[in-house]
């Protein structure tokens, strides 16, 4: 059992946490919770560490049993331990270090979603989601865009990673994935509206900050816009929110343009 703080295990995980660049050199990132670690064993997906505590209830001893089936280091700490190692203020007894590896996009995608500058680790979280839910192939982050291996998207995705690929890149790489799609410019109030496009071709759609919207390079990529009609004195809606609703009004229209 792992009774120190200063365990060489304890700072790694610590580190994970803590910095997007140490996460992305030594290829790993942190897992915390009894849901998401079911995620990834109905995703097929294995931790190369386990850390628990002997307080864990019948489903977080289950999921112990089926790493240890899986030839996972599984290492028992004291709650204090875990609560040193981990993100989160309330710990649920068990954590997971997963390579970091991206799922690679299909070769022909039919939908993905191209995001410009999203810093907010919640509305990446959420938009991971709902790609999934929407049938969306992938995401491609653009430069600026917060780390989707950051402690708080990881929470905010709900296992999201395990299943959707999500692939950061510079608008040239993003340029090159995304050929032979229709690619589509989300914007205040530019552009036809959402309600009245078609948007049953293959596509992709690029989603800006909420604060400043897609940036110059982002725009090279179309010149095609498309905008959420909303009620008079509307500002804008959240980042989170306005890519859902993009996403489920494609969803919407391919459902009934299949009948």
Known sequence: ??????????????????KSKHRHQAGRYVVEGIRLLEEAVNAGQTPELVLYTE??????????????????????VTSQVLQAASA??????????????SLP????????????AIRDPGNLGTLMRSCL????????????????YSPKVVRSAMGAHFK???????????????RGLDIYLADMDQGASLWDADLTSPLGIILGGEAQGPGPQARQLTDQSIHIPMAPKVESLNAAVAGSVLLFEIKRQRHYASD
């Open 1 to 18: 059992m792992i009774t120190s703080r200063q365990n060489p295990r304890i700072k790694e995980i610590r580190l994970l946490n803590a």
């Open 55 to 76: 307080e864990l209830d019948r489903r977080g001893t289950a999921l112990v049993n089926e790493f240890k089936s899986q030839s996972v280091v599984c290492e028992p």
């Open 88 to 101: 989160t203020e309330n710990p649920q007894g068990i954590l997971a270090v997963f390579p970091l590896v």
């Open 105 to 116: 996009l299909p070769p022909a995608p039919d939908l993905v979603l191209i995001l410009d």
């Open 133 to 148: 839910a929407a049938g969306a192939e992938g995401m491609l982050l653009g430069p600026g865009t917060v780390d989707p």
């Open 164 to 178: 959707l690929p999500v692939i950061s890149s510079s608008w040239e790489g993003i340029a090159s994935r995304t």
